[in-house]
């Protein structure tokens, strides 16, 4: 039972929102603003005339943020789950990038940081066909680390 209502309102909150974007709907709103405003010299652009179309407006407005909001999220969430998806799918991306839009604003920025870097190793590159990815980058970093830690004895053995 409960689960019919919320389809119920998801189907028509998609309805409304899908028909409130259409030309229908705003040649609908534009003939409304239309009538009110020839009416005004008969109702002598009265106060009531005034809080007739100000009620109206600000009603539909508020009820319009939260049908919206539903559909923003919904999409959203679409959109989430298809690129996990391709992520998930692609054999050189980073699984760790799945599902981080749970991360922290803090967290996020650490992330966006560490891809205008590779953006900067790609554009080194000169390659466009080159990929760098969080895991390529730790990998590369470790032989780099152990190379290191092999010259070091190198060095110390030759001293």
């Known amino acids: 039972m409960h689960r019919e209502k919320v389809n119920v309102f998801e189907q ?8 409130t ?3 229908m709907a705003f040649g609908t709103a534009f003939g409304i603003i239309f009538v009110w405003g020839i009416t005004g010299p008969i109702f002598q652009y009265s106060d009531t005339w005034q809080l007739v179309i100000n009620t109206g407006t600000t009603i ?12 923003q999220n919904k999409d959203s969430k679409a959109i989430q789950i298809k690129l996990n998806e391709l992520i998930a799918a692609s054999r050189h991306a980073s699984n760790r990038i799945v599902d981080i839009e749970d991360l922290s604003e803090s967290e996020l920025d650490v ?16 390659d466009i066909h080159k990929s760098h990815s969080i895991d390529a980058a730790q990998n590369l970093h470790k032989r780099k680390s152990i190379s ?11 001293e």
């Not at 539909?60 to 559909?71: E, G, P, W």
């Not at 290191?148 to 030759?158: E, F, Y």
Request: charged share 25%.
């Open 12 to 19: 028509l909150a998609t309805k409304i929102t899908s028909w």
């Open 21 to 23: 974007g259409s030309s």
């Open 60 to 71: 539909i407005t508020f009820l319009m943020v939260f049908l919206i909001q539903k559909s």
């Open 111 to 126: 992330l966006k940081k560490f891809y205008q870097k590779l953006s900067e190793m790609a554009q080194d590159d000169g």
């Open 148 to 158: 290191n830690a092999s010259k070091d004895r190198d060095i110390n053995d030759l």
